[in-house]
């Protein structure tokens, strides 16, 4: 039974759904708590609702559908492409309003034509918005993680800086401490060159921990190894040592600045990147493509924005990210997720991209206007 009144339009808006070719789905509201810890990313992670079966098993109130839609299809072994529908109730603990509330959405699972269903799931989710709200004014926002993720393998920056930067990407506050992180001189004195690992020799590091895990009783069964261990330190003694240099944080900095009319933002970025003297043509072919994906749908791209520095809070994207926005409420966000069939269990890769709406935000604008 619902915890909280379906919002009136409910009826509405799973008709639409209907008429786009969907599969509407149950979700049950207990949910494995583990993929969405790993998956989710920690604005979702510290807001989840968690519990313990009898077993042990650890549980969570659904936070989101996106994840266990995507289980469900894994599970029922369904073919592809494949597109999903649902709409319920999500928990979360928020700094105010309701911890419960609906969402619906769209996941839109195996289109290998990237950029038709990239385009196909922004002009979705802004077709319904305008529907359920007529005569609104909306900001359409988005943002490309790949284009990112380019920038900096162009820069040259080591492997675990890019994926504590990707991992920030979309927060500017953390993101802007992690560069600032990058630019600081390395640390010399005594003391700091002491507490660092030898990084030129891995199995004596690894022979100390595993005596210091011995003589505290330290158990390995429930934790990481000796190796596991030494490979995170080593790892994080190399980040704490590369810098990126004045001109490389320029470019980048600039990057992050770029914020223009979508129509716009093909020949910015391609300016960009020569400028910079940085190979970035396959992001931004796939990025290109999209825009006029989008353009063959009849998107207004004049009206809508790409911002190089937005994402958003859920560390499963990989690609496309976006919102919508009225009155200053995000009323439908999403993008694509191509990496997380394969680690949810899919035996082969599985192009994903979706959409949620927030119908508590959604209800009160047209309650507003009645």
Known sequence: MPLLNLPDFTGDLLQDFAGRRTELVTIPVIQPADPFL??????????????????????????????????????????????????????????????EFYQAGIEDLGDDDIAAADARAVSDALSIVAKLLPGSAFTVTLGDQTVFEAVLSALGLPDGWKRRLIGAFGDQAKLGALMNDLTKGAPDDEKDARSRPDLEDRAALEDRIAGIMEETGYSTNASRTPQDIAGRLIEKARLAQARLDGKAFAVLAEFLQIDIALADAPSALAGFADAAGLDLRPALAAFDHRVAALANQNADLSAMHYRAAFGRPLDYYTGLVFEISAADAVLAGGGRYDRMMTLLGASRSIPAVGFSLWLDRIGTLRGSRQ
């Open 38 to 99: 790993d998956m989710a990313g920690e604005d979702l992670r510290r807001r989840i609702f968690t519990t313990e079966s009898e077993t042990g098993e650890a549980l969570c109130l659904r936070p989101e559908f996106t994840i266990p839609v995507c289980m469900g299809h894994i599970e029922a072994n369904s073919g592809t492409p494949r597109r999903y529908a649902y709409c319920g109730e999500v928990f979360r603990q928020r700094r105010s309003g309701a911890s």
